[in-house]
């Protein structure tokens, strides 16, 4: 695993990615865990204003994408995946479930909170990604975003996204699950890929929970409710405190 905030195990699972293309390893076990329910991070991310208030008016919190939106849900989690190479595989006969076919790491180093307003590391993340994978933007069937619901990240995340996929963006599905399960932080990336393999196992997409007005809304599938398509290529992205960002 790596430390690097909220992106941690999104690029533990990157790292081990290169380790086993580059001949490194056949084998990598690579996740992280995270909580933010303890006195001191509670404290710290209530300082930064950005853990949900209660929506009086509708009665929820964590809203992603809505232009309501007030903060993110405090979570939890602890994931593992086990990621093996090409010639493991075949040596031992093994069927792994997913094929791992790309990644991008970034760092703006804007601020030591917030992204580049400009976006232009969560925008070259996307582009690395589809670009080392050898697919076009629309071959990706879902993408399972940061989506905090905090102020600073989900119109820049949608924004910088459909700037890289342009019309495309209307065919790929995306969502956020935190309003669910709340940010696990440096756990946030394991959390989210081993739930996105799930439905991508499932045919399913899961809607953006408490989302009522999206932030934008042409040009792009942000599904308020759950549905089935078929997915063959899914992606996951995080980005973190001092502009650290991976897809």
Known sequence: TVISACTSSTQAIALA?????????????????????????????????????????????CMPFDKNRTGALVGEAAGLCLMVGEEFVKKHKLSPKFEMIGYGNSLDGYKITSADPTGK???????????????????????????????LNDEL??????????????????????????????????????????????????????????VIEDGIDLPKENKEKELNIGMTNNFAFGGVNTS
């Open 121 to 151: 590391g969560m925008k070259a993340v996307v582009d690395r990604a589809i670009k080392m994978s050898g697919i076009s933007s629309s071959d990706i069937d879902y993408v399972n975003l940061h989506g905090t619901g905090t102020r």
């Open 157 to 214: 995340e949608l924004s910088s996204f459909l700037s890289v996929v342009g019309e495309e963006g209307k065919s790929i599905s995306v969502s956020s699950t935190k309003s669910r399960h709340g940010h696990a932080i440096a756990a946030a990336g394991i959390q989210e890929f081993n739930l996105l393999c799930k439905c991508m196992e499932n045919n399913f997409v899961p809607g953006t929970s408490n989302l009522e007005t999206p």
């Open 17 to 61: 990615f290169k380790s086993i293309s580059r001949g490194d390893t056949d084998v990598v076990l690579t996740g992280g865990t995270d909580s933010i329910l303890n006195l001191m991070a509670y404290t710290a991310f209530g300082k930064l204003g950005v853990i949900a208030k209660s929506n009086k008016e509708i009665h929820k919190y």
